[in-house]
């Protein structure tokens, strides 16, 4: 499909238009989302193919809003550190990098919280720190539940900084298993902006007919 195609996919409620509806949102509305749609999230998520069908993910819900600000203000140190630490190269590239979504990295600054985004609902996923394939497993699982969300009126976002929580001094209280490791952060709730559809990089599949040498000629 081409972008405009997609665009007019992303009016419909189908499979595709769903998929075509769902954006990174990072603003969201004061209001709660309830236990029943977050149990719906969850069992998508829990829908998801995984290798060997070891269902490796587990998911670590925060849901007051005190504790996802107590949990992001964390976050937001350690990575800072880790900011710092890394050297001029790579804060050069990582300012450069925000400078290319310039709107978004102000509204970041702006914001109370730099990691979750106010969002109600906070869900780190982990999985055994052992199993190679768990990260795609993982990576399957978090796009279930967000076009899971997205079916339901409800907006999400991936957040890579919330690997960060396993650095942070209350890890524990997340009481994650010490054989697993937090793969991917994922917030959800009421979005309160409609990200434009960003466009789509199309060539780059290349369909592979089976064909011989011989035969060709």
Not at 51 to 66: G, H, V, Y
Not at 81 to 110: C, S
Request: with cysteine; charged share 25%; net charge positive.
């Amino acid at each position: 499909m081409t972008t405009a195609t997609l665009k007019e996919a992303a009016t419909n409620t189908d499979t595709i238009g769903i998929i075509c509806q769902r954006r990174a949102v990072r603003k969201y509305k004061d209001k709660p989302v309830s236990i029943e749609l977050i149990e719906k999230i969850l069992d998508a998520g829990r829908m998801a193919p995984s290798a060997i069908n070891k269902q490796p993910w587990k998911f670590f819900i925060l849901t007051r809003r005190e504790t996802i600000r107590h949990f992001s203000k964390e976050i937001k140190k350690v990575a800072v550190k880790d900011f710092v630490k890394a050297g001029p190269a790579q804060i050069l590239k990582t300012v450069t990098h925000l400078l290319h979504f310039l709107p978004g990295a102000i509204e970041l600054f702006k914001s109370s919280d730099h990691v979750f985004y106010g969002a109600p609902v906070v869900i780190f996923i982990t999985a055994p720190a052992d199993n190679e394939w768990a990260s795609l497993d993982v990576g399957m699982c978090a796009q279930n539940m967000m076009l899971a969300a997205k079916a339901m009126g409800l907006d999400s976002c991936p957040v890579g900084f919330g690997k960060y929580v396993e650095h942070t001094k209350i890890y524990s209280l997340l009481t994650i298993p010490k054989s697993d490791e937090v793969k991917l952060a994922l917030i959800f709730g009421y979005g309160n902006e409609t990200p434009e559809m960003h466009k789509r990089v199309r060539n780059n599949a290349f369909f592979i007919d089976g064909k011989t040498q011989a035969e060709k000629q």
